[in-house]
């Protein structure tokens, strides 16, 4: 996992009678990434397109039954898992090449043309059943129409035009005599009649198209369906019935246009008027509807059983399918040789996999019968960049996969991913410390490793799957959160007194003064781990931990980054790129030590120093005998220091202190570490308050050590590059050679690596290169100088930017701390206080709640996404290049994993 696996570039040539076996076998194998040979050919130029059409054409008709499947309510067989389907070599009836295609082509076109038959016929009996059905409902609404036509008379027309919004309205004075309903007279006026089912939604519209179109010489009832007017699938007909009634041929005609505007299904209601035949006509329909139901009853079932057949096979033959298609793919990437009989690839594999895959190919002969003909062999002499690829488990996974969404590592490059896996628990652990929290987050990472079998169900959620995926991950940020937090001697924000604390207060009132049990630098003083749980409870809590936790994000970050800066130095002398080791690496990181590490060591000198006894260095209050405390300068003019000079208020504490390292103070007060670090730079040469001889010489030298350190970084790999273009322009002239190229550009490792080729080189001829050589001279040697001024600025600001980001650890350290002190003083101890039950359980129901949604759920996010920054901005940009490829070799695993059904 330190650097990526060792790859060739091999040459594979076997016949064509042969390639469909090797190519499965090396599938089978996964561990050979072809490239395409023919890239001058478009895809449907290629050798084996029909062969392609012909299982998309497969893949069309297996989508198709699964949707009839899905559309029936019926689960698709699981196939079983992908390693046994890929082991066993499964196919049909052993049928392998184009005869398992066609094989399977012809199970489906059978199973496709019998669904499309049945569901052709199954559309047309619902439509006819739902005709059926409409027509019953609208034959039993028809009885309240009986009569309607006659038993409108000419005198009562002004009534009938009064609006009914159940019944429907009279538009105009039809004319009817007053004679009884029912009762018929030669006289009378006789009306035609429409009748139909439209929406319920363009009742409305209609009825306003109708008396509109027709002026109101029309007569108009509406009835809703009843609630058991169902369709073949059971579902409401949500449609109300019409009748018409009119008197003119030009009328109807109008009418029959707006009905199939509307799409208004039209039934004859010609026997309106005559009951009996009515009655007949009802009892027809309905024996109609009845055998029309029966019929699609059987339809359905037929087509059940069909489904039923095919979803116990549809997901192995989607994997067969497939798996055959990236076959031809894969074959389509090979180039024929003259003769056309043989067939020539190249890709690269893992150099252990050499023997394996050569062992494929003679497998593939052997089970065709066939005399082991095919070669593989390794080309020398590539420039093509090998791809990255690194063997991960369960644990690195999810870590690899953080550093490769940054970039994939360049190949052989050190892969940051190594560290990540331990570094990222760990800074996330800095910022979320906390016992209890930290428990919760593991148990949480452990539950999701006792049941990650689920992780391979099908159709899990996508973000489940992915929590699954980082189940190691969660664990181990838990428990880097639960370690930080007993550094913190914090659990839900409270102090814990795991092993007896070392300081004792004076009583237990409020501002009582605590008074360590054992003298200063006594051992058995210091707490057994983490702090003491005396500074939970203490005033000065907050300036302590902010002081410990701040010093601490400055160390680990100049750790990080400088453990960066000698990564790169690594990769720098593995890759034998020496420009970049003399002028790169070494002034960064003596520059970053010179300033950044010498920060550190000041934190931990001003930590080692017992600044009690310095300070009683400096204290003019001994007495002539020496002793300290035995004189005060306010009872006495004058006391004696440490060496016994005499000393009163007015003498400097540089006169009384007797270190003599300079400054103001002579080493006997405790620095400003900032003000320290500031004046480096500001005030060179002078130190306000040294901590050991010879602090100021030897910050005047670090000073000076970084000062060069900027000039040696920007000028002298342009100036070194330069010579190099300089000396190659010398050879151009001399042997007439390739001209110049730019080093710095492609990285230098064209000349250097032996084993990778640069992906980034120029690809221009030999011949164009000679002919512009001057003028590509001075433009490469421009852009070095400007991508060398821009590096140089990049690194110096970065340093100072990227040492104030990690700062970020103990900001949200103290947010967390913070916000679960609130979380616990209002939202619980209030409660508790009250020794109110109901309270109590209210508060702790609150206080539950928020600290699940806030500290538990948004404050591991933020946690998760600085701690990433941290390792892609911080970390990686000290070394990481991140401009490689990932290896993705043909393998029947990856193919079959992707083909899902829809």
Same mark, same amino acid.
């Given at each position: 996992w330190w650097r990526s696996e060792d790859m060739t570039y091999v040459s594979i040539i076997f016949s064509e009678e042969a390639a469909l076996s090797c190519i499965r076998e090396l599938g089978n194998l996964g561990c050979l990434q072809f490239t395409d040979l023919n890239p001058d050919l478009t895809?449907?130029?290629?050798?084996?397109?029909?062969?392609i059409k012909k299982c998309d054409e497969i893949e069309r008709k297996i989508r198709y039954v699964n949707g009839e499947v899905k559309k029936m309510g019926i689960p698709v067989q699981a196939a079983g898992s992908v390693q046994n389907f890929v082991e066993n070599n499964s196919g049909l009836d052993g049928a392998s090449g184009s005869q398992l295609l066609e094989t399977l082509e012809s199970r489906l076109e059978l199973f496709e043309q019998q669904l499309l038959e049945l569901n052709k016929y199954s559309n047309k009996l619902t439509e006819e059943y739902a005709h059926k059905v409409e027509f019953h409902h609208l034959l039993i609404k028809s009885r309240k129409f009986l009569g309607e036509a006659t038993s409108i008379q000419r005198s009562e027309a002004d009534s009938l035009t009064a609006d009914n919004p159940?019944?429907?309205?009279?538009? #105009?004075?039809?004319?009817?005599? #007053?004679?009884?309903?029912?009762?018929?007279? $030669?006289? &009378?006026?006789?009306?035609?009649?429409?009748?139909?089912?439209?929406?319920?939604?363009?009742?409305?519209?209609?009825?306003?198209?109708?008396?509109?179109?027709?002026?109101?010489?029309?007569?108009?009832?509406?009835?809703? /369906?009843?609630?058991?007017?169902?369709?073949?699938?059971?579902?409401?007909?949500?449609?109300?019935?019409?009748?018409?009634?009119?008197?003119?041929?030009?009328?109807? @005609?109008?009418?029959?246009?707006?009905?199939?505007?509307?799409?208004?299904?039209?039934?004859?209601?010609?026997?309106?008027?005559? !009951?009996?035949? /009515?009655?007949?006509?009802?009892?027809?329909?309905?024996?109609?509807?009845?055998?029309?139901?029966?019929?699609? &009853?059987?339809?359905?079932?037929?087509? %059940?059983?069909?489904?039923?057949?095919?979803?116990?096979?549809?997901?192995?033959?989607?994997?067969?399918?497939?798996?055959?298609?990236?076959?031809?793919?894969? /074959?389509?990437?090979?180039?024929?040789?003259?003769?056309?009989?043989?067939?020539?690839?190249?890709?690269?594999? %893992?150099?252990?996999?050499? !023997?394996?895959?050569?062992?494929?190919?003679?497998? @593939?002969?052997?089970? =065709?019968? %066939?005399?082991?003909? $095919?070669?593989?062999?390794?080309?020398?002499?590539?420039?093509?960049?090998?791809?990255? +690829?690194?063997?991960?488990?369960?644990?690195?996974?999810?870590?690899?996969?953080?550093?490769?969404?940054?970039?994939?590592?360049?190949?052989?490059? =050190?892969?940051?991913?190594?560290?990540?896996?331990?570094?990222?628990?760990?800074?996330?652990?800095?910022?979320?410390?906390? =016992?209890? +929290? *930290?428990?919760?987050?593991?148990?949480? *990472?452990?539950?999701?490793?006792?049941?990650?079998?689920?992780?391979?169900?099908?159709?899990?959620?996508?973000?489940?799957? *992915?929590?699954?995926? $980082?189940?190691?991950?969660?664990?181990?940020?838990?428990?880097?959160?639960?370690?930080?937090?007993?550094?913190?001697?914090?659990?839900?924000?409270?102090?814990?007194?795991?092993? *007896?604390?070392k300081y004792t207060f004076t009583d237990e009132t409020d501002g009582a003064e605590a008074t360590p049990q054992y003298p200063y630098g006594d051992p058995r003083g210091v707490y057994t781990f983490g702090a003491d749980p005396a500074w939970k409870i203490s005033g000065n809590e907050l300036l302590f931990f902010n002081s410990m936790k701040m010093k601490m994000s400055v160390i680990l970050g100049i750790t990080q980054m400088t453990f960066g800066i000698f990564l790169k130095g690594l990769n720098s002398y593995y890759f034998n790129a020496k420009l970049d080791l003399y002028c790169e690496f070494l002034p960064m990181i003596l520059f970053d030590l010179s300033l950044f590490g010498y920060m550190v060591v000041l934190i931990f000198v001003k930590w080692s120093i017992d600044w009690n006894e310095r300070m009683a260095l400096g204290t003019c209050g001994y007495d002539i005998n020496g002793v300290l405390g035995m004189c005060n300068l306010g009872t006495n003019e004058f006391c004696y220091s440490s060496t016994g000079l005499k000393c009163d208020a007015s003498t400097p504490l540089a006169d009384v202190c007797p270190l003599d390292y300079g400054g103001t103070g002579d080493g006997c007060q405790p620095p400003n570490l900032i003000t320290t670090l500031i004046n480096i730079a500001l005030k060179p040469g002078s130190v306000d308050e040294p901590m050991f001889y010879g602090q100021t010489g030897l910050q005047t030298v670090l000073m000076l050590v970084a000062f060069l350190c900027v000039p040696w970084l920007l000028l002298v790999k342009p100036y070194m590059i330069h010579r190099q273009q300089a000396a190659e322009k010398r050879r151009h002239e001399v042997h007439g050679g390739h001209g110049a190229t730019n080093p710095l550009l492609s990285d230098h490792e064209e000349e250097h690596e032996p084993r990778v080729g640069d992906a980034a080189a120029d690809s221009s001829s030999a011949e164009s290169r000679a002919g512009e050589h001057d003028h590509h001279e001075e433009h490469n040697f421009s852009e070095v100088v400007i991508h060398q001024a821009i590096e140089t600025i990049e690194f110096v600001l970065g340093m100072v930017s990227n040492t104030a980001s990690y700062l970020r650890l103990w900001a949200l350290s103290l947010a967390h701390t913070q916000l679960a002190m609130v979380f616990w003083n209002k939202a619980l101890l209030s409660m508790i206080e009250t020794n109110n039950p109901v309270l109590v359980f209210l508060g702790y129901a609150v206080f539950a709640g928020v600290t699940f949604g806030v500290l538990l759920a948004m404050d591991v996010l933020e946690c998760f996404l600085h701690a990433l920054r941290l390792h892609w901005v911080e970390f990686q940009n000290k070394f990481y290049r991140a401009d490689g490829y990932k290896f993705q070799p043909f393998d029947f695993k990856a193919v079959i994993e992707r083909a899902v059904l829809e």
């Amino acid at each position: 996992w330190w650097r990526s696996e060792d790859m060739t570039y091999v040459s594979i040539i076997f016949s064509e009678e042969a390639a469909l076996s090797c190519i499965r076998e090396l599938g089978n194998l996964g561990c050979l990434q072809f490239t395409d040979l023919n890239p001058d050919l478009t895809p449907f130029q290629r050798r084996y397109v029909a062969f392609i059409k012909k299982c998309d054409e497969i893949e069309r008709k297996i989508r198709y039954v699964n949707g009839e499947v899905k559309k029936m309510g019926i689960p698709v067989q699981a196939a079983g898992s992908v390693q046994n389907f890929v082991e066993n070599n499964s196919g049909l009836d052993g049928a392998s090449g184009s005869q398992l295609l066609e094989t399977l082509e012809s199970r489906l076109e059978l199973f496709e043309q019998q669904l499309l038959e049945l569901n052709k016929y199954s559309n047309k009996l619902t439509e006819e059943y739902a005709h059926k059905v409409e027509f019953h409902h609208l034959l039993i609404k028809s009885r309240k129409f009986l009569g309607e036509a006659t038993s409108i008379q000419r005198s009562e027309a002004d009534s009938l035009t009064a609006d009914n919004p159940e019944n429907g309205f009279a538009m #105009t004075p039809m004319g009817a005599s #007053t004679e009884e309903k029912g009762v018929y007279h $030669a006289d &009378d006026m006789t009306f035609s009649n429409i009748a139909g089912v439209i929406p319920s939604a363009d009742r409305v519209r209609f009825e306003r198209m109708l008396y509109r179109s027709t002026r109101g010489n029309c007569y108009v009832r509406f009835s809703a /369906l009843s609630e058991r007017a169902l369709d073949a699938a059971g579902n409401h007909i949500d449609k109300v019935c019409f009748i018409v009634f009119y008197k003119s041929s030009a009328i109807e @005609a109008k009418i029959k246009r707006i009905c199939d505007a509307f799409s208004a299904n039209r039934y004859n209601l010609s026997d309106l008027n005559r !009951p009996q035949e /009515l009655e007949y006509q009802q009892k027809q329909n309905h024996r109609e509807m009845n055998e029309a139901k029966s019929v699609l &009853d059987k339809n359905t079932e037929t087509r %059940l059983r069909i489904c039923v057949d095919a979803a116990a096979n549809l997901e192995e033959w989607m994997w067969i399918v497939r798996r055959e298609k990236s076959i031809y793919h894969t /074959l389509n990437l090979f180039k024929n040789d003259v003769a056309r009989n043989l067939l020539r690839g190249r890709g690269w594999i %893992l150099t252990s996999a050499i !023997p394996q895959a050569r062992g494929a190919l003679k497998k @593939a002969h052997v089970s =065709i019968n %066939l005399h082991p003909t $095919a070669m593989m062999e390794p080309v020398g002499n590539t420039t093509a960049t090998p791809p990255t +690829h690194f063997h991960t488990n369960k644990y690195t996974w999810a870590f690899q996969e953080f550093v490769n969404t940054y970039g994939i590592p360049r190949y052989q490059e =050190i892969n940051p991913a190594l560290f990540t896996a331990a570094t990222f628990p760990f800074l996330f652990g800095v910022m979320y410390g906390d =016992i209890g +929290h *930290g428990t919760i987050l593991a148990l949480a *990472g452990l539950y999701l490793i006792l049941t990650e079998s689920r992780a391979n169900d099908r159709g899990m959620d996508e973000m489940l799957a *992915g929590i699954y995926s $980082a189940r190691y991950m969660l664990l181990a940020m838990g428990v880097m959160a639960m370690y930080a937090g007993l550094v913190y001697n914090d659990y839900f924000s409270l102090g814990l007194d795991l092993f *007896g604390s070392k300081y004792t207060f004076t009583d237990e009132t409020d501002g009582a003064e605590a008074t360590p049990q054992y003298p200063y630098g006594d051992p058995r003083g210091v707490y057994t781990f983490g702090a003491d749980p005396a500074w939970k409870i203490s005033g000065n809590e907050l300036l302590f931990f902010n002081s410990m936790k701040m010093k601490m994000s400055v160390i680990l970050g100049i750790t990080q980054m400088t453990f960066g800066i000698f990564l790169k130095g690594l990769n720098s002398y593995y890759f034998n790129a020496k420009l970049d080791l003399y002028c790169e690496f070494l002034p960064m990181i003596l520059f970053d030590l010179s300033l950044f590490g010498y920060m550190v060591v000041l934190i931990f000198v001003k930590w080692s120093i017992d600044w009690n006894e310095r300070m009683a260095l400096g204290t003019c209050g001994y007495d002539i005998n020496g002793v300290l405390g035995m004189c005060n300068l306010g009872t006495n003019e004058f006391c004696y220091s440490s060496t016994g000079l005499k000393c009163d208020a007015s003498t400097p504490l540089a006169d009384v202190c007797p270190l003599d390292y300079g400054g103001t103070g002579d080493g006997c007060q405790p620095p400003n570490l900032i003000t320290t670090l500031i004046n480096i730079a500001l005030k060179p040469g002078s130190v306000d308050e040294p901590m050991f001889y010879g602090q100021t010489g030897l910050q005047t030298v670090l000073m000076l050590v970084a000062f060069l350190c900027v000039p040696w970084l920007l000028l002298v790999k342009p100036y070194m590059i330069h010579r190099q273009q300089a000396a190659e322009k010398r050879r151009h002239e001399v042997h007439g050679g390739h001209g110049a190229t730019n080093p710095l550009l492609s990285d230098h490792e064209e000349e250097h690596e032996p084993r990778v080729g640069d992906a980034a080189a120029d690809s221009s001829s030999a011949e164009s290169r000679a002919g512009e050589h001057d003028h590509h001279e001075e433009h490469n040697f421009s852009e070095v100088v400007i991508h060398q001024a821009i590096e140089t600025i990049e690194f110096v600001l970065g340093m100072v930017s990227n040492t104030a980001s990690y700062l970020r650890l103990w900001a949200l350290s103290l947010a967390h701390t913070q916000l679960a002190m609130v979380f616990w003083n209002k939202a619980l101890l209030s409660m508790i206080e009250t020794n109110n039950p109901v309270l109590v359980f209210l508060g702790y129901a609150v206080f539950a709640g928020v600290t699940f949604g806030v500290l538990l759920a948004m404050d591991v996010l933020e946690c998760f996404l600085h701690a990433l920054r941290l390792h892609w901005v911080e970390f990686q940009n000290k070394f990481y290049r991140a401009d490689g490829y990932k290896f993705q070799p043909f393998d029947f695993k990856a193919v079959i994993e992707r083909a899902v059904l829809e």
